[in-house]
Each structure stands twice: as structure tokens, then as C-alpha cells.
């Protein structure tokens, strides 16, 4: 499970690295470190303009835009379905109905600087145990791509289409069997895809499920380093880079 990322990288910077036509400086998220379910979170994805007028088809464009995490399925009643959707599993997600058609039709990546997972420790001498909270990481400081898929949610309380209020992008975070540092500390992890397969995930032409599952098959190139930090992160009031400060976990 992926349930708290970083991401601090403005969308100039993720602009540039992700190679992005289409995005808007004053809209969007501010640099977090405490990332949690239904935040709003940067995300790249390629998609032809709506309402495009003429005989061709619209061009492509590689956008960056600010989401909700957690995805809310076309069919979904309400808004808060999202709160449980923030994760799919890359061994279903191709078959699952809340994320099938996504998977092949809106897929995108999730920039982050890493993400944090828990591990189960024994607190001194008591018996008990506590969760101790690392922030897994790639060990040259890069940032990771983020394996996520994206879906529109028509609200029904607003009555014309062409109102913005009326549509709601959401987003969820692919994940797989956790590798290196991570898999000392959690089972799973985010799924991260490496910059020659960019544009195949982005694509929104391809549509064939099995095809964009090799490129799910192993996480990308990379060692992680994982480090103990504060249960401060616990607390999703709880935003800065000091979350990101070392902790002996037998603290």
C-alpha cells in the first residue's frame, strides 16, 4: 500500500523534466511532505483537447495538472468513494471495475520525491509494538514516477456539463511487490516507471491491456534507500521538511 508520498517539486521544475506542452503556473498544489488521500497532487498526462473544432483529430498534449488522490470510478454515487480507491493493485488492476477502463484509456504519472511506509517495531522493553514510519527513496535523490491511473467524475448537483464545478478528475497510485530498501520495511510499494517507457504509459492510443502490463512487470532501475523518520508524519497536520529528518527507529 501507498497511503503518503512526498512531492515538493514545483511545476516548473516537473514541467521541464517531464517534458510537458500544457500547464498553468498559478494553479495547483504547493510542495508537500506529508502527501495524503484526496490531497490534490501533480500529475503528467497526455490527452487531446475537448471540444477540438475541424476535420482532423486533435493533437495530443502532455499536460501537467493537479488531481485528487483517489480515485472516484465514472459510476460512483459519490465523492467519498474516492477515499478508498487511493491504491491498485498492478496483479488486478487490469480487471477490477473501478480501474479497468482507466487502465486502458487514462493512465498517468505521479511525480514524487518518495514515499513513506511503516514498519511493525518492538517499543523498548514492554512487549508492545508501534509503527515505526520510514521515507523510501531513490538514493541519488531523483524523483520517481509514479505508475497512476485517472478517471472524470460527473457531480450531479451541478446542472450543466460545461460548468468546471461539475466535473472532478481523481487519481490512484499503482502498486506492486515491494524491492530493496522498501521490501525490508513493507510488502508492497508504488510501482514507478522509468523514463524510457514514458511515453508508452502516457499514450492515450494504446489501449492493449496486456501490452501495458510488461511495462508493469518489474519496478524501475534504481536502488532505494529507506530511513527512519519522525511519527510526527503520522499526523497529516503535519507538513515540512523536517518530517524527512533522520530517526533512530528505537526512539
Known amino acids: ?109 505521479l511525480p514524487a520525491d518518495g514515499f513513506y511506509e511503516w514498519e511493525q517495531v518492538k517499543a523498548g522493553d514492554t512487549g508492545r509494538t508501534r509503527k515505526q514510519p520510514y521515507f523510501i527513496h531513490p538514493e541519488d535523490g531523483g524523483v520517481m514516477a509514479l505508475a497512476g491511473l485517472y478517471e472524470y467524475w460527473r457531480d450531479p448537483a451541478v446542472e450543466r456539463d460545461d460548468d468546471p464545478a461539475a466535473w472532478l478528475m481523481t487519481c490512484t497510485v499503482i502498486t506492486t511487490e515491494a524491492t530493496d530498501a522498501a521490501g525490508r520495511v513493507h510488502p508492497r510499494m508504488p510501482l514507478a516507471i522509468g523514463p524510457e517507457h514514458y511515453g508508452d504509459w502516457l499514450d492515450p492510443a494504446r489501449r492493449d491491456a496486456e501490452g501495458l502490463r510488461e511495462l508493469l512487470t518489474t519496478p524501475a532501475d534504481g536502488q532505494l534507500d529507506a530511513r527512519p523518520v519522525s511519527p510526527a508524519v503520522n499526523d497529516v497536520r503535519n507538513n515540512g521538511p523536517e518530517l524527512l529528518t533522520p530517526a533512530s527507529p528505537a526512539t
Request: with cysteine.
Open 1 to 109: 500500500m501507498c497511503g503518503r508520498y512526498v512531492s515538493t517539486r514545483g511545476p516548473e521544475d516537473l514541467a521541464r523534466r517531464f517534458e510537458v506542452t500544457e500547464w498553468h503556473a498559478t494553479d495547483g498544489p504547493a510542495p508537500s511532505w506529508n502527501v495524503a488521500p484526496t490531497d490534490e497532487v501533480w500529475a503528467v498526462l497526455e490527452r487531446a483537447p475537448r471540444g477540438q473544432k475541424g476535420g482532423g483529430p486533435a493533437p495530443v498534449r502532455r499536460e501537467l495538472l493537479p488531481l485528487r488522490w483517489g480515485l472516484v470510478p465514472s459510476w460512483a454515487k459519490d465523492v467519498r468513494t474516492g477515499a478508498r480507491m487511493i491504491n491498485a493493485r498492478v496483479e488486478t488492476v487490469h480487471e477490477k471495475p473501478a480501474f479497468r477502463t482507466a487502465f486502458v484509456r487514462r493512465r498517468c504519472l
